[in-house]
């Protein structure tokens, strides 16, 4: 069973449901966060980018929410060090299940000389009670530790605080009409890199403005005042930030339960025999509670698995799926070495991923447990859930040139004097071949995944996993 999300990133990121899953959700809180309200965060500034600085000196609280209920709060503060420099910190805890708190801490520092150079970045990131994993970037390098585990890169980036604060001079100085467009570079600590996004300013009224992200894949939006404080800020569907007025306000959600029920499965009203045999399945999704969310009418009425339906490989997640990130260390040389071993002597993409299947699937150990440790960690003590195993498979198979992802959802398993069985919550593998994405599953060693693996659709990932305990599938179809 996997483990509910507490920490994706890892996307930091990781842990299922929660201590991953809510991550690869929420990070876009961690990360997420982390480079946008850091870069949209003060009153109404002047130019240049040290005046725009001087005038964020301060902190502010916001009340994390998850469909309208708190679930963490999020804290920033910008300073001056010592030796006049500019500090800007931002600090990130949540809870979505249990009495699991993951806490994010993000600092970067630049100079406080014209062009105000990055100094130095920081980012730690924990679950629960298990040891941080921590990045730290200065002087041309990036250095990670985890657990017991460090390695070091080369970082090499002019990345200014004009750079990090273009987002309110835009604003500020430009006037801009709606439908607009800027930059803004910041530090991505997952990928060790700097990365541009394009703002959009898409709204401006007595009250303020509303700017967000000019991409399809990432629906995240600010609301801002006439000062270009931020008052709101919205991720995807499901996740807000909310200003509020003190600490305490922003903290009322250690004093309230978990958003997240601990129910890990769903039933179905019959049972799949012989799994793997099957051509087609579609499956019904029916709420059972008092009152069906709008959202769950807004989404797809059932999941349809086809064997014949290929999955394209967009050239852009291919290349996000094969870069080595703090997440997935594909690069570190003890992990390559054990990945051409699994793989030794095979050409055909096809039989190496299949191969690195069979080879995590006996080299890992099954156990549950709420351990949050990362890849390298897993590495070492050579168990773990299917979150584990679907982590160490996507970084052994990027290591020797497979773009792979690991992807989270339903999968039918059925126990002997269990009925009609049910579909668990499960993580498992997508591989890029031949720009089609191919599902496989180390945890059950399927090099080819069988169809009852449904993959919850990423608008309404979390939102299904809250609604878990009102949930039930009904079989429309099974096809062999």
């Known amino acids: 069973m996997p483990k509910i999300p507490t920490d994706r990133p890892t996307v930091p990121h990781r842990r299922v449901f929660p201590s991953r899953w ?23 500034p002047p130019s240049p980018a040290s005046a725009i600085a001087d005038r964020l000196a301060g902190e502010r609280w ?7 209920r708190p679930v963490g709060h999020y804290r920033a503060e910008t300073r001056r060090t010592p030796d006049g420099g500019y500090e800007f910190q931002t600090q990130l805890h949540f809870k979505l299940v249990g009495d699991v708190v993951t806490r994010m801490e993000d600092t970067l520092v630049f100079d406080r000389q014209p062009p105000h150079l990055l100094v130095r970045a920081e980012h730690t990131a924990a679950s629960g009670e298990t ?3 921590r990045v730290r970037i200065a002087d041309g390098f990036a250095t990670v530790n985890e657990a017991t585990h460090e390695r070091r890169t080369d970082f090499d980036d002019d990345l200014a605080m004009d750079d990090y604060l273009a987002i309110e001079r835009w604003l500020a100085e430009d006037e801009p009409q709606v439908g607009a467009t800027r930059s803004a570079r910041a530090v991505d600590f997952d990928r060790l890199t700097v990365v541009t996004d394009t703002w ?3 709204a401006r009224d007595a009250d303020g403005v509303e700017v967000g992200k000019d991409s399809v894949a990432d629906s995240t939006y600010v609301r801002m005042d006439n000062d270009l404080v931020p008052r709101r800020m919205q991720i995807g569907a499901l996740f807000s930030l909310e200003a509020v007025a003190d600490e305490s306000l922003a903290r009322l959600w250690e004093q309230r339960p978990a958003v997240f029920s601990t129910a890990q499965s769903v039933a179905v009203d019959r049972p799949i025999p012989q799994p793997h045999a099957l051509r087609r399945l579609v499956v019904a999704i029916i709420h059972t509670g008092d009152e069906t969310p709008r ?6 009425s059932m999941f349809i698995s086809d064997s014949d339906a290929l999955s394209i490989a967009d050239p852009h997640d291919v290349t996000r799926a094969s870069a080595a990130t703090v997440s997935y260390p594909a690069d570190d040389l003890n992990l ?3 990945a051409e071993r699994a793989v030794a002597g095979l050409a055909h993409d ?13 080299h890992l150990r099954y156990r549950d447990t709420d351990h949050a440790g990362g890849v390298l960690d897993t590495m070492r003590r050579r168990v773990g859930d299917c979150t584990e195993f679907a982590d160490f498979y996507t970084t052994l198979a990027r290591a020797v040139g497979l773009p792979a992802r690991t992807v989270v959802g339903l999968a039918y398993r059925e126990e002997p004097g269990e009925g009609a069985g049910a579909f668990a919550l499960h993580a498992w593998n997508e591989v890029a071949i031949g720009g089609v994405w ?3 599953d180390p945890t059950w060693n399927q090099d080819s995944a069988d169809l009852t693996h449904l993959r919850l659709p990423e608008a309404f990932a979390l939102a299904l996993i809250a609604e878990l305990p009102n949930l039930s599938l009904r079989v429309v179809e099974a096809v062999y």
């Open 22 to 44: 809510a991550v690869y959700g929420l990070i876009c809180l961690g990360g997420l966060v982390a480079l946008v309200l850091a870069a949209l965060f003060l009153a109404k």
């Open 131 to 133: 040891r941080p994993t």
């Open 350 to 362: 096809a039989d190496r991923a299949a191969a690195l299947a069979g080879f995590v699937h006996g």
């Open 200 to 202: 959009r300013l898409h």
């Open 62 to 68: 916001y009340a994390v929410m998850f469909r309208h």
């Open 336 to 338: 390559t070495a054990l």
């Open 295 to 300: 959202w769950i009418q807004a989404m797809p």
């Open 438 to 440: 191919r599902g496989v």
